[in-house]
């Protein structure tokens, strides 16, 4: 359980008010929202870096209050910034040491986070010689090593190259399911590969708590801009087709669902997979186009539709349980006379794979 | 070659540019700390005591010493009723004027150190479970060791290059208050060139020495800031 209300006025007048309460049993919640929104500033609120007016609760602990304040080396958090912060007098051991100092028994040892992360050759390294990927694992590790009950980062992944991010992604998400997770990202792919939960901050407020997959759908919501952009789909990986470099997946919710072929190089690792599909890559008609080089074709219901400034529309689609949002022009709009409720065919030319 | 008494010098200018260290080193790191954090009223004012070794003539400081040690002031009674025995024209007197007179040249390296500290390093190290203190001196004092070892070494060859302030409180005792430089004088005083000679260029060897050491560990760590 996490439950905060918030207020914090910086010396330019700038101020924030974020007022939430969550449940936080296991899972990753993250923290989105544009740039400048409060997305640090919130998450050094509840670590207890910066002073505010307020209360702050995590799982029946009173971090502060009106009368108290626990000081941050007595929270049992874990952090990690966006910038890996190790102390360049020590090598990778003798940092990551200065964390095991401080815990009686941890369920993480130096030994195994060194293997799982891989930098078990770089233990005699000093710090100064590695590389921001690296330096990165070793600060996840070092949070981790505080054996936390709570592990909160900010946008750890964000200058790191994609190699040391397809290590990582799936590292956090395994470790959230022993400790709860709060995690800053700007990142759509990052937001839709980690999230159980996200926190939506905007204009210094917190404006939803809620699924992700909930939240985007919601045109109200200040993730509409992003949402429409594209949306993520839950599939189940069904078929392999090495000749063709293909994946074949069906739609999650239905025994039955609709399926999709993906261009993958490889067999895909895990039955459960997440693509996201961008709205301007899909095609409505009518009817089912026939005789052309689309692979993907989707029987869909429009649900919903908003008119863009650049006279464009975005149809909200329901496919099987699930929603896509396709753009197309006000005219072919008006061409096709659609509506709500107007049965349509939506065929995807592209799509990614989140994970 | 040296005489006795210049052993003699010798060894008491070396334990007493040791111990002052010694002193400066418990008293600068918590001094230096607060200048470089403190928003308080008084603290240019403090900061200009610090540095007041600097700008004043010697003598001026060993004049007010002078009066302070002796018995009739507050400072030279409490010595004398706690010891027995008079603080002017003492080791112990010597001592506590060398602090004073060193004292910027430990505190300021220092500071500037803690100034430029950055303060994620801090926060880090609260996150990891350090406390206050804890996280000073188990992190971050480590982290800046070079800057201490600085402060060390020139707060040390300071000391032994000390001359006005002991010329006025010291008194010019062999073993107790005769430093180097002062039994220099002396040589000099009495026309023995050959000894003045050997004691000038000891310590000239020495200033220069502690020096280059200083400046080449700056250059390693600036080499070490421009390579990360």
Redesign the interface.
């Known amino acids: 359980m996490l439950k905060f209300n918030i207020k914090k006025t910086f010396n330019d007048e700038k101020s924030f008010h974020f007022k939430g309460d969550l449940n936080l049993p296991s899972g990753v919640c993250t923290i989105f929202g544009d740039s400048g929104a409060g997305k640090t500033t919130l998450l050094r609120c509840l670590?207890g870096?910066e002073s505010f007016d307020g209360e702050v609760y995590f799982s029946h602990q009173e971090w502060c209050s009106s009368e108290k304040f626990v000081?941050?080396?007595k929270r049992e958090?874990?952090?990690v910034?966006q910038?890996p912060?190790l102390?360049?007098?020590l090598n990778v051991k003798q940092n990551l040491k200065?964390?095991v100092a401080?815990?009686g028994k941890s369920p993480f040892t130096i030994d195994s986070l060194a293997k799982q992360l891989g930098f078990e050759d770089l233990l005699k390294h000093r710090v100064?010689q590695l590389s921001g990927g690296q330096k990165q694992r070793i600060a996840i590790a070092?949070?981790l090593l505080?054996n936390p009950q709570l592990l909160m980062m900010d946008e750890p992944l964000s200058s790191l190259d994609e190699s040391s991010k397809k290590l990582l992604l799936p590292f956090i998400k395994r470790v959230s399911l022993q400790i709860p997770v709060i995690y800053i990202t700007h990142s759509i792919k990052e937001l839709f590969y980690l999230s159980d939960n996200m926190i939506l901050i905007n204009n210094g407020e917190v404006e939803a708590i809620g699924e992700p997959q909930n939240l985007f759908l919601n045109s109200k919501l200040s993730l509409a801009k992003f949402a429409h952009e594209g949306l993520v789909l839950n599939v189940l990986a069904k078929e392999f087709y090495e000749e063709d470099g293909l994946i074949e997946v069906m739609l999650k919710g239905k025994v039955e669902g609709q399926t999709l072929f993906i261009s993958a190089e490889d067999t895909p690792k895990a039955n459960k997979m997440q693509v996201r599909i961008n709205s301007r890559d899909v095609i409505i008609s009518l009817k089912p186009i026939v005789g052309s080089s689309l692979l993907n074709c989707l029987s869909a219901e429009v649900v919903s539709f908003s008119q863009k400034e650049n006279q464009s529309m975005i149809l909200t689609l329901k496919v099987d349980l699930q929603y896509i949002y396709a753009r197309i022009t006000l005219r072919s709009f008006n061409n096709l006379k659609l509506s709500v409720g107007s049965q349509v065919y939506a065929h995807v030319k592209t799509m990614s794979i989140l994970n | 070659m040296l005489n006795a008494g210049d052993y003699q010098a010798i060894w008491l200018t070396l334990k007493l540019a040791g111990l002052t260290t010694l002193f400066l080193m418990l008293l600068a790191p918590p001094l230096a700390w607060w200048l470089s954090r403190s928003q308080a009223k008084v603290r240019p004012f403090i900061e200009a005591m610090v540095a007041l070794p600097l700008v004043l003539p010697p003598t001026v400081l060993g004049f007010y010493l002078l009066i302070a040690f002796s018995p009739d002031h507050f400072l030279g009674q409490w010595w004398l009723e706690l010891n027995g025995s008079a603080l002017a024209f003492s080791f112990e007197g010597l001592v506590i004027a060398s602090i004073i007179y060193s004292l910027p040249f430990a505190v300021q390296p220092l500071q500037s150190a803690f100034l430029h500290l950055d303060k994620s390093y801090l926060e880090v190290s609260a996150t990891l479970g350090y406390g206050r203190f804890e996280r000073l001196y188990r992190i971050i004092f480590p982290m800046l060791l070079p800057s201490f070892i600085i402060a060390a070494a020139l707060s040390f060859a300071h000391t032994i290059g000390e001359f006005g302030v002991v010329l006025m409180i010291g008194g010019n005792i062999p073993g107790e208050t005769q430093v180097l430089s002062i039994l220099l004088f002396d040589h000099v005083e009495s026309l023995q060139y050959m000894q003045a000679h050997k004691l000038s260029f000891i310590l000239l060897a020495f200033s220069m020495s502690v020096l280059v050491i200083i400046y080449g560990f700056l250059q390693k760590r600036q080499q070490r800031v421009l390579n990360a």
Request: glycine share 4%; proline share 5%; charged share 25%.
């Open positions: 670590m870096l000081k941050i080396e958090i874990g952090a910034f910038e912060r102390f360049p007098h200065l964390a401080k815990v100064t070092r949070a505080t």
